[in-house]
T-cell receptor
Framework: QKEVEQNSGPLSVPEGAIASLNCTYS??????FFWYRQYSGKSPELIMS????GDKEDGRFTAQLNKASQYVSLLIRDSQPSDSATYLC??????????FGKGTKLSVKP | DADVTQTPRNRITKTGKRIMLECSQT?????MYWYRQDPGLGLRLIYY???????NKGEISDGYSVSRQAQAKFSLSLESAIPNQTALYFC??????????????FGPGTRLTVL
């Protein structure tokens, strides 16, 4: 099993819809989880971090964490064409470095 | 001004050449990282450093070396570049790594092409 797995997509949603991005991880000891957004040819940009089970909301973004199921997700409400990007899930290892999933490409259609 | 800068932003070189990529940060973070990104393979960690005297290998360190010259500077070297080192290289920084301080912030990247 890969350490961090994401559906590569592409995930296509209409403008104004909710986009749901999912990620599973293998290390039960992981405590810190992150979502990055990356536009083509640009650097990853941190959009959400989550450390406790449950939901964390920031504007149109909601991160959800379920440590028992080793599952973390990102919901984007009222999706906009500018949200079209690749979304990277990252999990902190016990050694203190991040392991990244390969990313899910999101396309928001006007 | 950008908090994490990388130089050069683009580089084309030939097989066998020595190349150095430089990273500087003004965020005051102790921890610095080098990643490479390849299509379909995602971001992979090359080396990381938790302070000036600390250097650690990542998952793909073969063919690379690093130098942490100061808290703010972390350089990546390819001693003898080969074509499969063609990739997008990112530097990142983070704070203490404890709880809420362990988010990583990325530089703009260096696109390296080895012919």
């Amino acid at each position: 099993q890969k350490e961090v797995e994401q559906n590569s997509g592409p995930l296509s949603v209409p403008e104004g819809a909710i986009a749901s991005l999912n990620c599973t991880y293998s290390d039960r000891g992981s405590q810190s989880f992150f979502w990055y957004r990356q536009y083509s040819g640009k650097s990853p940009e941190l959009i959400m971090s989550i450390y406790s089970n449950g939901d964390k909301e920031d504007g149109r973004f909601t991160a959800q964490l379920n440590k028992a199921s080793q599952y973390v997700s990102l919901l984007i409400r009222d999706s906009q064409p500018s949200d079209s990007a690749t979304y990277l899930c990252a999990v902190m290892r016990s050694q203190g470095n991040l392991i990244f999933g390969k990313g899910t490409k999101l396309s928001v259609k006007p | 001004d950008a908090d994490v800068t990388q130089t050069p932003r683009n580089r084309i070189t030939k097989t066998g050449k020595r190349i150095m990529l430089e990273c500087s940060q003004t965020k005051g973070h102790d921890r610095m990282y080098w990643y490479r990104q390849d299509p379909g393979l995602g971001l992979r960690l090359i080396y990381y450093s938790f302070d000036v005297k600390d250097i650690n290998k990542g998952e793909i360190s073969d063919g690379y070396s690093v130098s942490r010259q100061a808290q703010a500077k972390f350089s990546l070297s390819l001693e003898s570049a080969i074509p499969n080192q063609t990739a997008l290289y990112f530097c990142a920084t983070s704070d203490t790594g404890q709880g809420a301080g362990d988010e990583q912030f990325f530089g703009p990247g260096t696109r390296l092409t080895v012919l």
